[in-house]
T-cell receptor, first 117, second 117 residues
Framework: AQKITQTQPGMFVQEKEAVTLDCTYD???????LFWYKQPSSGEMIFLIY??????QNATEGRYSLNFQKARKSANLVISASQLGDSAMYFC??????????????FGKGTKLSVKP | ETGVTQTPRHLVMGMTNKKSLKCEQH?????MYWYKQSAKKPLELMFV???????ENNSVPSRFSPECPNSSHLFLHLHTLQPEDSALYLC????????????????FGPGTRLLVL
């Protein structure tokens, strides 16, 4: 079964508007971390934001915020005031504290975001 | 140099060639990783090294041979590859290799785009 599900293969957003990228996850481990990465066409995977399973507040990092709904196992990324440079692939990932494989990072299939001028 | 660097950035090789990919991290981390990213597939973890010791081999064919001489350097030796091995190979590092905490955030290099003819 897929552990990380990103249901939007592609998204469009108008420049300066906000956009939400969806991510749901599946785990029975009570301790885990959720990560979002951005991958421009150049290929580098850029870390954006982290949310721990025990964190009480939603993570924020500049224009990025994570809408963490633990009961729904959802960790959506919100990008405010979109910029042209935000056009890229976005990956949600999870790492379990007690994961069988040394808690390795498990990635979703990604969402391609295109920002329109 | 800062962050994680990878060389070469692009590589074309024949099926009988031997080549090596190099990764270097300047973050003082203890864990290093090799990932494979093929078109339209999630990132696949290949190898994990923690304090220079290999802790994970994710059923990778023996034509891929990793080497980690110290915590800052990681190599991937390639021998008699197949065309289906063409992909983006990403190296990453993190402070630790176990757990889902923020300190296990993985930072990636720019990747090596490999084409096997």
């Amino acid at each position: 079964a897929q552990k990380i599900t990103q249901t939007q293969p592609g998204m469009f957003v108008q420049e300066k508007e906000a956009v939400t990228l969806d991510c749901t996850y599946d785990t029975s481990d009570p301790s885990y971390g959720l990560f979002w990465y951005k991958q421009p066409s150049s290929g580098e995977m850029i870390f954006l934001i982290y949310q721990g399973s025990y964190d009480q507040q939603n993570a924020t990092e500049g224009r990025y915020s994570l809408n963490f709904q633990k009961a729904r196992k959802s960790a959506n990324l919100v990008i405010s005031a979109s910029q042209l440079g935000d056009s890229a692939m976005y990956f949600c990932a999870m790492r379990e504290l007690n994961g069988g494989s040394q808690g390795n990072l498990i990635f979703g299939k990604g969402t391609k975001l295109s920002v329109k001028p | 140099e800062t962050g994680v660097t990878q060389t070469p950035r692009h590589l074309v090789m024949g099926m009988t060639n031997k080549k090596s990919l190099k990764c270097e991290q300047h973050l003082g981390h203890n864990a290093m990783y090799w990932y494979k990213q093929s078109a339209k597939k999630p990132l696949e973890l290949m190898f994990v090294y923690n304090f220079k010791e290999q802790t994970e081999n994710n059923s990778v064919p023996s034509r891929f041979s990793p080497e980690c001489p110290n915590s800052s350097h990681l190599f991937l030796h390639l021998h008699t590859l197949q065309p289906e091995d063409s992909a983006l190979y990403l190296c990453a590092s993190s402070q630790g290799a176990v757990g889902g905490g923020a300190e296990e955030t993985q930072y990636f290099g720019p990747g090596t785009r490999l084409l096997v003819l």
